[in-house]
């Protein structure tokens, strides 16, 4: 990378685009090469300097590797093997191919049409790559071939049958997973046709699956084309491919084995390259694998090497955050998700953070614990201090201790968030163990003693129970449970209630604030309604486009807005009886802002 490139992007990885992820794997680019070299072969092989690999010299027969003019020496008819190995892998390469993008083909296909028609087309289709798949495919090749004479083109045809159910099985399952989802209803609604809607709506989703299969099935392929042509049935004589010389110089395994150990190498180096290539492929294209195993983010967000560290502004809070900028990879730029935020909170305080969706609340709360996924999150700049220590300079086991112990979170949903295997009383439990040794007795009336504490009625009882047997309410209360555990100073709530009805928030707002008077702990609450701050917080800062505009006493703030942004955000609180003036309120102000808002 360029000193110039560098300067601009402090520490930037470069982008992970599909080719660096699979050339990361060793294995699958000695496939690559390995392929690329073979390839490379069959391609030149009509203007290499070769002998004519169906030429008979019985007079030559069976000279053994490295003789003079015979490279890899000659077969029982004294044809050159170098000659017909080279002219045999072009045709296997070929026919195994061509079988592939055939089955391919006809396969997805059928997958595609069975999964998104369904039904008794489905039904049908189905029943039909049954049958082929009743059958030992091997056994149903030859059938095939049998029935259609021995000879290349028909083995290529065999194999591609045979082939058809991998594909149309894969494609239909993943069809399937497609077809009931929104974007396809929408495209339905908007009148699209169903050719049109499988090709531009259901296709490219299916795409990877369909590469896929192919990459780990060409090495297969090869490999039965190999095997009929040993078998007679696919090339006829005197043309070569890797399975009749195969076949050919099984004859003369003990007196020569060149004869035969050449080819089987030239098919073993294939089929081995193509296999590890494809699964090399295969964790690219998995979309699961792309976004985790490969490219899995740290434990801790990347922080900048040579970040500005500003001082301390609030020695006397629990959190001071110090002109934090935290931005995201793309390409090879960093596109900035909040630009140089200060705020603090003080033990026994409760600091609003509120802005609308997208203005970097959460990055903010998630950067404080280097909880950003990086790749792609970077801290570009800032500090964050815990008491008056630098957690960004903090070695990363030390961090992820202080995770829990000293700063806490609650999130918005705590369905994704608690384990659905799990009784929630011993996920209490855990957090608790997380961070303290005492014995697990002990354990158990302390998670007790905490849902009691979160008023969660008949807590004994109710510990045993699963997620998905509370009620949001008590989920979210559950949730506290686990934030409150450890003591931590720092308990930080990123929009708590936004997934609860109005009554059930009332009641957990008044129990956070509670709790964090009652334990003397700093609450940062983010949240985008104003209604919510003025319940619960002392002071409040507002964030927009990654940048706080305003911050001050809740009460000054509310009674004064200075920003445009914020009298927005307190004109979308809705008050009772004003239903007609309130959208009127609210655009109204939006008109206003306009120019501020661009
Ligand atoms: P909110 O204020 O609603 O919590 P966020 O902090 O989640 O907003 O997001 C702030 C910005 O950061 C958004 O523009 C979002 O697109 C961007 N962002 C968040 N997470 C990622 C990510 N993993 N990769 C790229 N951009 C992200
Ligand atoms: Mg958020």
């Known amino acids: 990378m360029s000193a110039v490139a560098e300067a601009s992007a402090p520490k930037a990885p470069r982008r992970i685009t599909s080719w660096h992820l699979l050339l990361n794997n060793r294995l699958a680019t000695a496939g690559l090469v390995l392929l690329g070299l073979v390839a490379l072969m069959i391609l030149l092989v009509p203007i290499l300097p070769l002998p004519d690999p169906d030429v008979t010299a019985p007079a030559d027969r069976l000279k053994p590797l490295f003789t003079a003019g015979h490279l890899l020496g000659t077969d029982q008819l004294g044809r050159d093997i170098l000659s017909r190995l080279l002219w045999g892998t072009r045709v296997s390469v070929a026919v195994g191919f061509a079988a592939t993008l055939i089955a391919a083909f006809v396969g997805s296909a059928i997958g595609i049409v069975a999964g998104y028609a369904g039904g008794r087309t489905d039904n049908a289709m189905m029943r039909g790559i049954d049958m082929l798949m009743a059958f030992p495919y091997i056994l149903l090749a030859l059938a095939i071939v049998a029935a259609l004479g021995p000879g290349l083109m028909n083995a290529l045809y065999a194999i591609a049958v045979v082939n058809i159910p991998f594909f149309a099985r894969n494609v239909r399952g993943v069809t399937l997973g497609y077809v009931h989802r929104e974007f396809v209803d929408a495209a339905r609604l908007s009148g699209k046709g169903n050719l049109s809607i499988i090709l531009t709506e259901v296709l490219p989703n299916v795409l990877p699956v369909i590469v ?28 070569a491919d890797l399975g009749s010389m195969l076949g050919e110089g099984r004859a003369q395994l003990f007196t020569a ?137 903090m070695p990363e086991t030390r961090l992820i201790a202080s995770r829990g112990s000293r700063v806490a979170y609650v999130f918005q949903d705590p369905l994704t968030t608690l384990h659905p295997m799990y009784p929630v009383g011993r996920q209490v439990e855990e957090a608790i ?46 949730g506290i449970a686990m934030a409150l555990a450890n003591d931590p100073d720092v308990i930080i709530a990123d929009e708590p209630t936004t997934a609860l009805d109005v009554t059930v928030q009332a009641r957990i707002l008044e129990l956070l604030r509670d709790l964090q008077r009652e334990r003397g702990m700093a609450l940062l609450f983010i949240t985008h309604d104003f209604g919510v701050v003025s319940e619960i917080c002392d002071r409040v800062a507002v964030m927009k486009d990654g940048e706080i505009v305003e911050t001050g006493e809740t009460r000054a703030v509310l009674a004064n807005p200075q920003h445009a942004y914020t009298k927005r955000l307190i004109a979308c609180v809705p008050e009772l009886g004003t239903g007609e003036r309130f959208l009127e309120r609210v655009t109204g102000l939006f008109a206003g802002g306009k120019e501020q808002a661009s």
Not at 280 to 307: E, I, K, N, W, Y
Not at 437 to 466: F, M, N, Q, T, W
């Open 212 to 239: 896929i299969t192919m990459s780990t099935t060409a090495g297969w392929m090869i490999l039965e084309t190999a095997g009929l042509s040993f078998l007679g049935l696919g090339a006829q004589p005197p043309q």
């Open 257 to 393: 084995p060149h004869v035969s150990i050449v080819p089987g190498v030239m098919i073993f180096l294939i089929v081995i390259s193509l296999n590890v290539l494809g699964d090399g492929v295969r964790d690219v294209l998995d979309p699961r694998l792309r976004s985790g195993a490969l490219a899995r983010p740290g434990p801790v967000t990347d922080v900048a090497s040579g970040r500005a560290v500003p001082a301390n502004a609030a020695a006397d809070a629990a959190l001071s955050i110090a002109c934090l900028e935290t931005g995201f990879q793309r390409g090879s730029k960093i596109v900035p998700a909040v630009r140089g935020v200060s705020l603090y909170v003080k033990p026994g305080e409760c600091l609003g953070l509120i802005g609308e969706s997208g203005s970097g609340k959460s990055v903010t709360a998630l950067s404080v614990m280097g909880l950003v996924a990086s790749p792609p999150g970077l801290i570009r700049n800032g500090a964050v201090y815990l008491g008056n220590e630098d957690v960004l300079a």
């Open 433 to 478: 163990a997380a961070h303290q040794s005492i014995g697990a007795a002990a354990c158990r009336e302390r998670a007790v003693a905490l849902l009691e504490k979160v008023g969660i009625p008949e807590a004994r009882e109710r510990a045993k129970h699963y997620p998905h047997q509370l009620s949001g309410g008590q989920r979210q209360r559950v």
